[in-house]
């Protein structure tokens, strides 16, 4: 079941993740064969199994919301790749 | 007693007794370790940030503290740190172009708990980027280079950490094992690694791949420097919500030179046909050490579901990572393109430069995985099978003390062997897989050198069970001499 180069697009799309032409002739192809290596899965009986989503027996882990100092703001802000004053700056979210 | 030859070669224990009757002053074990970095990183390349100068205050430091008679296991050792782990005023980049200069605001637990100890932290570590990937060559950086032959790879993802220790460069190192990235290059570079139980140490300041399956763990060259550095670092950390709240045992009482009582098995779905001759003769040789060593060694373990755990593990990874990584959208830190014609376009062009291959290509995988019409197909199907292959586990320590089985299907591939051919690289995790699936603690111990290269076996225990993994592993050390081998550099 190979990947048509829309579905490439519009997973790229989703994921937010500019790709040139190469990349997606290539993962075109790439993530084809590996979604057909996973085919091998549809075999598996998996009736009545329910899933794991992570291995320990935990559940609804709660602690207490005590309130505490906040890292200092020029902390923070050391690693703003666009900054104005005490904000961290980008392009217009909403159109005009 | 004379002072060994040299310092930057000695284990974290007999350091930490030379440092302890005075005989070595931190200052001069950092000092040797710093000069073999500089003797030999430009062949390994094993680093990517090097902080010297921390490094000897820490020293220094340490030196003061052990001068007022403070102890503590780790108290002025050099360590590296895989470059995944977030340490405070030092950069962490991930092996990424996209956190190339990032520089975190606070320490992860693991190094809270190592200064709290007293370590010397001479650099962060190579890694495949993002922590995805088998052999280091992945990294955005440059390649690190397997001491043992400078043409192939050490194995990945903990690529730096491996070769780090095993060249001297550090007397241990912490990485991280999400499908195998501590246990394959400990295996393909002769040094010991160890993965515990998710669970067993905090995940506050790893930066997050697959979130349910990340586990950090030591990478040393000795099992009772492993029990050593998985003490000062397990524990429960409210931060971390899969943090357990499992008690830790004192791990060096459990490192006892014999395996009687114990029953180990084998699975054999670990041995299958056209296996690499090296690693099954090493493998057959080391059952043999345990069965004199007073172990039974059950041969007849079956773990039927194990040819799938690497479709399983593939989908249910790059799904965890393709919502962690959502978070490089360059607006609060790391690397940003601020030339696009709008937010979107920036968005998109920051994470197309700034993201390598494997990890676009993982993160495509994943959001392929959980989107609409796909998931139950692929997301919840592989959920589904990991429960299969953790109940298999479970069934197999019923009657059994820990499995033991291959970490590697082959010794070291060469540099740029596997690129190009995505699949191909996966399958070198195909016996580390599992454990994560299972969220089991795991040990790499080398067991012998065919054609010069190291090979290993891994000790699989049950749940929390880190204590048996390490008495096997040291038992079997201890009975034999790989080691005490080091690369010829």
């Known amino acids: 079941m190979p990947l048509t180069r829309d579905e490439v697009q519009h997973i790229a799309k989703l994921a937010r993740l500019g790709l040139s032409e190469d990349d997606i002739a290539r993962f075109q192809e790439q993530l084809s064969s590996i979604l057909d290596y996973f085919q091998a899965l549809r075999r598996v009986d998996t009736e009545n199994v329910p899933p794991t989503s992570h291995t320990l027996p935990l559940q609804n882990v709660m602690r207490e919301d005590d309130p505490r100092p906040p890292f200092e703001k020029e902390t923070v802000l050391a690693n703003a790749p666009q900054r104005e004053d005490d904000c961290f700056r980008v392009r217009a979210v909403l159109e005009e | 007693m004379p002072v060994p030859e040299p310092l930057y070669a000695l284990t974290v224990h007999e350091a930490a007794e030379l440092l302890a009757r005075r005989e070595v002053s931190s200052l001069e ?52 740190i895989k470059d995944v782990i977030c340490t405070k005023g030092i950069r962490t980049t991930c092996g990424s172009r996209i956190l190339d200069n990032f520089v975190p605001p606070f320490d992860a637990f693991v190094i809270e708990r190592l200064k709290e100890s007293g370590f010397v932290m001479v650099g962060k570590t190579n890694m495949d980027e993002f922590a995805m990937g088998s052999s280091g060559e992945n990294s955005a950086f440059h390649p690190t280079h397997n001491p043992w032959d400078l ?31 501590i246990r394959q290059p400990a295996c393909l570079s002769g040094v010991v690694g160890f993965k515990p139980t998710y669970g067993r140490v905090s995940r506050f300041g790893l930066v997050a791949f697959g979130s349910s399956l990340d586990q950090i763990g030591p990478l040393t060259k000795g099992v009772r420097d492993a029990a050593i550095v998985l003490r000062c670092i397990a524990g429960h950390d409210p931060r971390d919500s899969t943090s357990a709240e499992v008690d830790v045992p004192e791990y060096e009482q459990s490192l006892v030179p014999d395996l009687r009582g114990l029953r180990l098995g084998v699975p054999r779905e670990y041995f299958p046909e056209g296996m690499d001759q090296g690693v099954r003769d090493a493998m057959e040789a080391a059952l043999r050490t345990m069965e004199d060593l007073g172990a039974e060694v059950d041969r007849e373990v079956s773990l039927p579901s194990t040819p799938h755990a690497l479709a399983v593990y593939y989908i249910i990874a790059p ?61 919840l199907k592989a959920q589904k099978v990991r429960t299969l292959i953790r109940r298999e586990f479970d069934a197999a320590f019923q009657s059994h003390d820990a499995l033991v089985a291959p970490v590697s299907p082959t010794p070291a591939f060469k540099i740029g062997e596997k690129v190009d051919d995505p699949l191909q690289m996966y399958l070198s995790d195909v016996f580390t897989i599992p454990v994560n699936i299972a969220g089991l603690p795991a040990i790499s111990v080398p067991c012998g050198f065919p054609g010069g290269l190291p090979v290993g076996f891994q000790v699989i225990g049950k749940p929390f069970d880190e204590a048996t993994v390490l008495r096997v592993a040291y038992a079997y050390e201890q009975a034999t001499e790989w080691h005490k081998r080091r690369p010829p550099l």
Request: glycine letters at 12%; one cysteine or more; charged letters at 25%.
């Open chain 2, 29 to 80: 074990l950092t000092r040797a370790v710093l000069d073999r970095i500089h003797q030999v990183d430009d062949r390994i390349r094993a680093f990517l940030t090097l902080c010297e100068d921390e490094a000897l205050q820490q020293a220094r430091e340490a030196d003061g503290r052990l001068a007022r008679d403070e102890t503590s296991p780790l108290m002025g050792i050099p360590g590296a």
């Open chain 2, 319 to 379: 799904s965890e990572a393709s919502a962690n990584l959502a978070r490089y959208d360059g607006v609060k830190y790391g690397f940003s393109h601020t030339e696009g014609q709008d937010m979107w376009d920036n968005m998109e062009k920051t994470r197309q430069f700034g993201f390598g291959d494997e990890v676009k290509r993982r993160i495509m995988l994943g959001t392929y995985a959980l989107s609409a019409g796909y998931y139950d197909a692929y997301y």
């Open chain 2, 151 to 181: 043409e192939r790879v050490p194995g990945g993802s903990s690529a730096g950490s491996a070769a780090a220790v095993a060249s001297g460069e550090a007397l241990f190192a912490l990485g991280s094992d999400t499908g195998g990235s």
